[in-house]
Structures are given as structure tokens and as C-alpha cells.
């Protein structure tokens, strides 16, 4: 079992699925002089750091936003950059994720990455039917619109083969989401000072408490991660009702 290495005093309620916007690679190197690139190389190192922190301290899932399907307007060096650390990343994490103890999924539009990315979320997958645990999914060429238009697109194609003969409900709309069989987000940090959603998970975030730092993410510590989570402790949850 992971060692317990949080500063939170034992027993306080932690969030169960936290979701980060990984955003504000391109500022931090740019702050330095540096090219945008150098900013994702460090910002892809946090990751993991933040994963590993967040499995240590009973977060159960861990979602972050790595790559949006409106990301491939970048410069296509950018794009080849990040696909690189994706690539070099699935590789590690193929090789790590057992002994981390550290189940990853890939939420997104897989087809649209070169047969080499498809072929190591593809055995990243196969991996994780073998771990129980802590979830780490990352949301790669993932856009909130594409993934309902998809669920909607498959929940059709089901009916009209026969699959299914279900009523169309929230809870069956769930299931044909990216994040089937994974509840909603709890808390949704975004670094990078900007205060918007950018097309993150549209449909799970409905009551999801949302939590907007200016540090940049690849500055973004362990320590801020407490300090979000601090905030929502204090936030009410009400979903609609009143408080009793
Ligand atoms: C987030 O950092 C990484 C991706 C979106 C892939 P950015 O590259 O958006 O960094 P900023 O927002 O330009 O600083
Ligand atoms: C959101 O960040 C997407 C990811 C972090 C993957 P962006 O940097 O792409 O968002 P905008 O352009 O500021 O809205
Ligand atoms: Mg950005």
C-alpha cells in the first residue's frame, strides 16, 4: 500500500474525483525565456508528480486535460512537441502504472492520433483492466462538445442495431460518455489565471465545485493542490435543494 504523505490532517474529507485544466505551460516558459515546449516538457513532469500525490491522499480519480481537439490549431511544431511527451509519457506509464499502483485511461477521440499513439493507449488500456485503485485518466484530443455528440452518435447506433432498447435517461446518456462507469467531478482546479471551462467535460461538470488559481501549472505544487482542496472543504453543495 502507497504510503500516506499528506500535510491534510487524517480523516478530513478529500474530494473523490478531482479534474485539472493543465494549463499555463506556454507562459511559464515564456517568463523564462524559454521556448513554449520546454514549458510542456516540465508541465508533463508535474503530472505525475500531482498523480501520485493525489492517489497518496484517497483521491480516487484524478482527471486531467492534456490535449483539446481545438489544440491542433497550434503551430504544428507545438503539436508535434506535445505529441511527443505523450508518446514518450504512455510509454513510462506502460511501463510504471502496476507498480504505481496508478490505473490510466485515455478519454478522447483516439482515432485521431497517429497509429503509434492508438497503439500505446490501447495497451495502457489493457494494463488497467489489471489494476484496482486510484484512476488517473488523461483527456487527450478530448473536446466536452465531441464527447456528447459521440455518446450521442453510439447510443443511436445501438438502437437502431438492436443493442439496446433502453429508454434514453441521464444515467444511460453516463455510459456512453468518455468517463463511463466514472462519477462526476467533485472539484475542478484551473491553473493559468484564465476563468473559464475551454470545452473540459461539459456534461460531468454540472455540479462540479470549480477552483481558478493564476499559478501557472507547471508551478503548480502539492502545497496549492492542499490549498484547493482547503476551498472545498468550505464550499456548500446544495445541487438545487436548500440546506436543512
Ligand atoms: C497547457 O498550456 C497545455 C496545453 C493546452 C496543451 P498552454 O500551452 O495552453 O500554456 P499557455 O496557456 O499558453 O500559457
Ligand atoms: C485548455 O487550455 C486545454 C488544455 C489544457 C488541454 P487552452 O490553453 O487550450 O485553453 P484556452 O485556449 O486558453 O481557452
Ligand atoms: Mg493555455
Known amino acids: 500500500m502507497p504510503v500516506k504523505q499528506t500535510k491534510l490532517p487524517a480523516g478530513e474529507y478529500v474530494p473523490r474525483h478531482i479534474a485539472i485544466i493543465l494549463d499555463g505551460n506556454g507562459r511559464w516558459a515564456k517568463k523564462r525565456g524559454l521556448p513554449r515546449t520546454a514549458g510542456h516538457a516540465v508541465g508533463a513532469e508535474n503530472f505525475r508528480k500531482i498523480a501520485l500525490y493525489c492517489r497518496d491522499i484517497g483521491v480516487d480519480y484524478l482527471t486531467v486535460y492534456a490535449f483539446s481537439t481545438e489544440n491542433w490549431k497550434r503551430p504544428s511544431d507545438e503539436v508535434k512537441t506535445l505529441m511527443r511527451l505523450l508518446n514518450k509519457y504512455l510509454h513510462e506509464a506502460i511501463d510504471t502504472m502496476e507498480r504505481d499502483g496508478m490505473k490510466m485511461r485515455v478519454f478522447g477521440d483516439v482515432e485521431g492520433l497517429s497509429p503509434e499513439l492508438q497503439a500505446l493507449v490501447a495497451r495502457t488500456n489493457e494494463i488497467a483492466k489489471r489494476i484496482d485503485g486510484f484512476q488517473a485518466n488523461i483527456c487527450l484530443n478530448y473536446g466536452g462538445r465531441a464527447d456528447i455528440v459521440q455518446a450521442a452518435q453510439h447510443y443511436a447506433r445501438d438502437l437502431a442495431e438492436g443493442k439496446t432498447d433502453r429508454e434514453l435517461t441521464e444515467e444511460l446518456f453516463s455510459d456512453y460518455l468518455y468517463s463511463s462507469g466514472v462519477p462526476d467531478p467533485d472539484l475542478l482546479i484551473r ?3 484564465e476563468q473559464r471551462i475551454s470545452n473540459f467535460l461539459l456534461w460531468q461538470c454540472a455540479y462540479s465545485e470549480f477552483y481558478f ?24 453543495r446544495r445541487y438545487g435543494g436548500v440546506k436543512v
Do not use: H, M, N, S
Open 213 to 236: 488559481t493564476d499559478v501557472l501549472w507547471p508551478d503548480f505544487t502539492t502545497e496549492e493542490l492542499d490549498k484547493a482542496i482547503a476551498v472545498f472543504r468550505q464550499r456548500d
Open 191 to 193: 491553473p493559468g489565471g
